[in-house]
């Protein structure tokens, strides 16, 4: 009895490592002597909903180019964040330019309570049960965003292990 084989071969796609989630995408200007260049600015946000994220702005001249760049930045910049229990241990306050975020911790079964990007940061890090609010007068994605990620940097100290 023969096997038969199949000329088509089946290439399965591998699985990425890191769910994406693009933030921002704005057209930005540089104003030179010959006049006005046009670019576009990608935020990224990556994790693998495990315990680690990153956070990636670039630029690029279309939007697929800005978008690509600001991935491998976010890969470049990946940090673990230290949860227990699917919730940060405790309160933490954190500040990039105008952007004033407060996380705080939540029981089991309380859910993702968090506007905006800090929403979808906490989603790709694996936080399940936090409280949040945005405390700056800014709605700018891009510095609540790092604001964000400066507190998940706080909660990596040694009272946490």
Same mark, same amino acid.
């Given at each position: 009895?023969?096997? !038969?084989?199949?000329?088509?071969?089946?290439? !399965?796609?591998?699985?990425? !490592?890191?769910?994406?989630?693009?933030?921002?995408?704005a057209r930005v200007t540089r104003v030179t002597t010959g006049g006005k260049r046009m670019m576009f600015r990608a935020v990224v946000v990556i994790g693998n909903k495990l315990g680690k994220v990153g956070l990636?702005?670039?630029?690029?001249?279309?939007?697929?180019?800005?978008?690509d760049k600001a991935i491998k930045t976010a890969k470049k910049n990946l940090m673990n964040v230290s949860f227990k229990e699917d919730t940060i241990p405790f309160d933490v306050i954190a500040k990039f330019g105008a952007a004033r975020i407060l996380l705080r911790p939540q029981r089991k079964g309380r859910g993702l309570v968090a506007g905006g990007v800090i929403r979808v940061i906490?989603?790709?890090a694996g936080i399940k049960n936090i409280s949040s609010k945005i405390l700056g007068r800014t709605r700018n994605k891009l510095n609540n965003a790092r604001a964000t990620i400066l507190a998940l940097k706080k909660l990596t100290c040694k009272h946490t292990n």
């Amino acid at each position: 009895m023969q096997k !038969e084989y199949s000329s088509k071969k089946t290439f !399965e796609k591998p699985k990425q !490592e890191y769910e994406s989630k693009l933030l921002e995408v704005a057209r930005v200007t540089r104003v030179t002597t010959g006049g006005k260049r046009m670019m576009f600015r990608a935020v990224v946000v990556i994790g693998n909903k495990l315990g680690k994220v990153g956070l990636g702005v670039s630029k690029g001249k279309d939007v697929s180019q800005a978008v690509d760049k600001a991935i491998k930045t976010a890969k470049k910049n990946l940090m673990n964040v230290s949860f227990k229990e699917d919730t940060i241990p405790f309160d933490v306050i954190a500040k990039f330019g105008a952007a004033r975020i407060l996380l705080r911790p939540q029981r089991k079964g309380r859910g993702l309570v968090a506007g905006g990007v800090i929403r979808v940061i906490c989603h790709l890090a694996g936080i399940k049960n936090i409280s949040s609010k945005i405390l700056g007068r800014t709605r700018n994605k891009l510095n609540n965003a790092r604001a964000t990620i400066l507190a998940l940097k706080k909660l990596t100290c040694k009272h946490t292990n």
